[in-house]
Nanobody, 123 residues
Framework: QVQLVESGGGLMQAGGSLRLSCAVS????????MAWFRQVPGKERIFVAR????????YYADSVKGRFTISRDIAKNTVYLQMDSLTPEDTAVYYC????????????????WGQGTQVTVSS
């Protein structure tokens, strides 16, 4: 079955960096758009970044542009999110997701999800 397993979350001070990883199995990784979303309690899951199947293009939410970088390693079936210059506002559970070419920024367009990893940024 399809599995997406995130890792790399944790506690970090403001200004620091973290790298999240998402290992994917059970689907042809290169056929899927990969994305990261984040969610805080009581709020909707929101788009952070996505990368196209061929890795030719990456897109970011305005709130993370210039600070976060999404990438994928086809050989390792893994997608990454490098998070730099973290702020307390980045505190959330981060989820990776796999979707089709039409999966853009709305979470309901992604059929496959990981279990999430907590990122906490202290001031």
């Amino acid at each position: 079955q399809v599995q997406l397993v995130e890792s790399g979350g944790g506690l970090m001070q403001a200004g620091g960096s973290l790298r999240l990883s998402c290992a994917v199995s059970g689907l042809t990784f290169s056929d899927y758009t990969m994305a990261w979303f984040r969610q805080v309690p009581g709020k909707e899951r929101i788009f952070v970044a996505r990368i196209t199947r061929s890795s030719n293009s990456a897109y970011y939410a305005d709130s993370v542009k210039g600070r976060f970088t999404i990438s994928r390693d086809i050989a390792k079936n893994t997608v990454y999110l490098q998070m730099d210059s973290l702020t307390p506002e980045d505190t959330a559970v981060y989820y990776c997701a796999a979707g089709g070419a039409s999966s853009l920024t709305y979470y309901l367009t992604y059929p496959y999800w990981g279990q999430g990893t907590q990122v906490t940024v202290s001031s």
